[in-house]
């Protein structure tokens, strides 16, 4: 339960916002109850509106790796801000982030900023087929690429929370060219592409997914698509808008070893500022506009005051960052599975580094069918155990929970105590 200062704000914002909320995942309908109006945040914590104080899991869905405030980050923000927000021409740090982007994931020999992870899969795909002069794509059941009208077929994240797999408003038309397979399932691809690899300009997927809850790639599956895309001559589109700097710092396709064509990233690159980018090879990335026929743009693109957040966030992404992100994630892990299992609880805890799901089901979930057949009225029950005891979770089945390097023993100790009453609330 919200309280009374959120639920008033809520009431406020019922009657000019549609939802109260300017993304739906953030309007609490999935797990009952209303929304927590934030104040302020630090470290791994928020503070709701009337001064409560969580342990938070959802890390802004995925950006704030450092945890929140990082003094650092503040300072680079704030300095850049001082020297003027925006000026629609380039700078110094546009070249300095770029290279380092380049540098951290070698696939890609250019990359183009852009301010939203929906931004960057929309124009990379629109590259992918202005490259291959083909128009079909094939994206997997329960992955999430942002909003555009085309990737809004079979959609994780909010649209699958809230069954609209297939959102109005998209003409058929947008769609007809989208083609979906069942995660994991290489067969089901080979026959996609056997039927009609000529015309499929790319495939995207998520790496690892984090928007049916997290599910990882099962062994040869990653390799597989790599292999048909190949074959086939379409373009393989990893989007590590999730995962990138988040499994590691070359991202998914560093612990998987393999590579994409074209990588899109999002949320932890901009430090928590509006920032995303896509690149790859150059041979592709050069047919964008200016230098060729693929138009693609943006007012506040390459933003000054984001890659300032941006450089200093990659900045602080050391080798170290990631052994203490997958030791807090080993932990949470096997404390959580221990948990349930005390509480008597089925749940399936999946984990890929500092990505993580309960999942209210007993068997591993591969794919979208195994994730939707998951207790989401159990779940439900355990999101409101856990926001009680003031544990702030993703509130949806079917979003992946993010730690951060500042979740450390104390919190996590605070975590699984939760975890281990609100369990037994759960078992319902
Ligand atoms: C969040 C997300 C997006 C969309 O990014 P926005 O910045 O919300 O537009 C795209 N792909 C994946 C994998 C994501 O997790």
């Known amino acids: 339960m919200a309280d009374p200062i959120s639920r008033s704000l809520h009431e406020r914002a019922l009657r000019r916002i549609p939802g109260g909320v300017n993304s739906p995942v953030r309007a609490f309908r999935a797990v009952g109850g209303e929304p927590v109006y934030v104040s302020r945040a630090e470290g791994p914590y928020l503070w709701g509106a009337d001064g409560t104080r969580y342990i938070d899991y959802v890390g802004s869905w995925g950006p704030m790796v450092l945890g929140h405030a990082h003094p650092a980050i503040l300072r680079a923000i704030t300095e850049a801000a001082a020297m003027g927000t925006s000026y629609g021409a380039p700078t110094e740090r546009e070249v300095l982030f770029a290279e380092a982007l380049c540098e951290a994931v070698p696939s890609m020999e250019k990359v183009r900023l852009c301010s939203s992870g929906t931004e960057a899969c929309m124009s990379a795909l629109r590259l992918a087929r202005g490259f291959t002069g083909r128009d079909k794509v094939l994206k997997f059941e329960g992955c999430y690429h942002g909003h555009a009208d085309f990737l809004l077929v079979k959609a994780g994240s909010g649209a699958a929370t809230f069954g609209v797999p297939d959102s109005a408003g998209v003409p058929e038309a947008a769609a007809r060219n989208t083609l979906t397979a069942r995660f994991n ?244």
């Open 185 to 428: 399932d290489l067969d089901a691809v080979r026959a996609i592409f056997a039927a009609q690899g000529s015309e499929i300009a790319a495939v995207i997927v998520e790496p690892v997914v984090g928007n049916m809850g997290c599910v990882p790639p099962a062994p040869g599956f990653l390799e597989g698509l790599r292999a048909l895309c190949t074959e086939h001559g379409a373009l393989l589109v990893l989007d590590e808008v999730m995962t990138g700097f988040r499994l590691a710092r070359g991202g998914a396709q560093a612990v998987f070893g393999v590579t994409p064509d074209l990588t899109t990233l999002g949320k932890i690159v901009g430090g928590g500022l509006p920032l995303a980018a896509f690149g790859g090879r150059a041979e592709i990335m050069d047919r964008l506009a200016p230098l060729g026929p693929v138009y693609q743009a943006g007012t506040l693109s390459g933003n000054p005051v984001a890659t300032a957040a941006g450089l200093a966030t990659l900045s602080l992404l050391t080798p170290d960052l990631y052994v203490t992100l997958e030791r807090i994630g080993a932990r949470l892990e096997a404390g959580l599975r221990d948990a349930a299992r005390a509480a008597g609880a089925t749940v399936t805890v999946q984990r890929v580094g500092a990505m993580w799901t309960v999942f209210f089901t007993d068997g591993p979930v591969r794919s979208w069918d195994d994730a939707r057949g998951a207790d989401t009225k159990a779940f439900a029950r355990w999101h409101q155990g856990m926001l009680k005891r003031g544990v702030y979770l993703p509130p949806s089945q079917w979003e992946a929970a993010f730690h951060s390097v500042t979740h450390d023993d104390a919190v996590l100790d605070a975590t699984l105590a939760a975890a281990a009453e609100a369990f037994g609330e759960a078992r319902g």
